[in-house]
């Protein structure tokens, strides 16, 4: 069966969509994902869909449950390099893709999931989003 | 399999997941041929996306007739969703943000509405659905 590779990096995990994913193979993205967090015991989440030509509601929820069911496991997900227009558009659709942050590239998510850490020790506050 | 029916109609039948991307690509190649900027062209196929999945979903599957259409100077892109499901009971709930019965988020059709510049549905209980937009090159 196809599937989107996931990268250990550290702490983290990366997740980079290189095309645009038909429902059955993003609902295989979420399942892997989430057993790969848990497995590794992964902190952050990071989510590449520089390369997706839209977000539209199911590619949202799939986006919204991965943050959801990582926050549970104790991790964060950051969304990175989302293009303008897809941007523009998921607010016009109505998405809110809450409890997701957000970065221009993975380097600067990365930063971000670095950066909250620290924070994450002091308090164990689950459902700080 | 995209057929042309006529001169400028392509018809595309939607029966697994992987047609609603053969088709978003389809028409993102009609849009771009028609000079349409990336964010309109984004905002339709995102509509496309909504509408061929709930054909799939609600309906078994259904048809998608592509055309390029004109007012005046500008072009614009036309598509014709239908199909042979169950029809839509109360077309008014259905397009209100948030209603479902799918056990999902109900944005879907006031989604794809917001997101073209013309937007008109037909439904009979029993025989079906038919939504057709219209995205203008610069609506
Ligand atoms: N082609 C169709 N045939 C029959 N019923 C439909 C069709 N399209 C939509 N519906 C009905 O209208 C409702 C609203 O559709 P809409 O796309 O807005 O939301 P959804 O599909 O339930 O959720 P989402 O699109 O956010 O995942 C659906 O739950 C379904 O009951
Ligand atoms: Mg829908």
């Known amino acids: 069966m196809e599937r989107i590779p996931i990268l250990k990096m550290g702490k983290f995990l990366l997740v980079t969509i290189q095309v645009d994913l038909y429902d059955r193979l993003a609902l295989t993205l979420e399942e892997d994902l989430i057993q790969m967090v848990h497995k590794t015991g992964a902190r952050g989440v990071l989510i590449d869909i520089s390369a997706l030509s839209i977000v539209d509601s199911f590619m949202g929820k799939i986006i919204g449950n991965i943050a959801a069911m990582s926050s549970i496991l104790d991790a964060e997900t950051v969304v990175v390099g989302m293009q303008p227009a897809v941007a523009i558009t998921l607010i016009e659709l109505g998405l809110p893709l809450s409890g997701v942050h957000t970065a221009l590239n993975v380097e600067r998510g990365m930063a971000l999931l670095a950066a909250r850490m620290p924070e994450e020790t002091d308090s164990e506050d689950v459902d700080d989003d | ?139």
């Open chain 2, 1 to 139: 399999m995209w057929t042309t029916t006529n001169q400028n109609k392509e018809q595309l039948s939607i029966l697994h997941d992987r047609d609603v991307i053969i088709c978003r690509n389809r028409i993102k190649e009609v849009a771009v041929k028609i000079g349409m900027g990336i964010v309109n062209q984004t905002k339709l196929i995102t509509a496309v996306s909504e509408l061929a999945r709930n054909m799939l979903i609600y309906a078994g599957g259904g048809n998608v007739i592509v055309e390029v259409v004109a007012r005046g100077r500008e072009q614009g892109v036309k598509i014709v969703f239908e199909d042979k499901g169950p029809g839509i009971q109360d077309i008014a709930k259905a397009m209100q943000d948030g209603f479902t019965t799918g056990k999902s988020m109900g944005m879907g059709l006031p989604g794809a509405k917001r997101l073209v510049s013309e937007f008109n549905i037909e439904s009979t209980v029993g025989k079906g659905t038919t939504i057709k937009i219209v995205k203008w090159k610069n609506g």
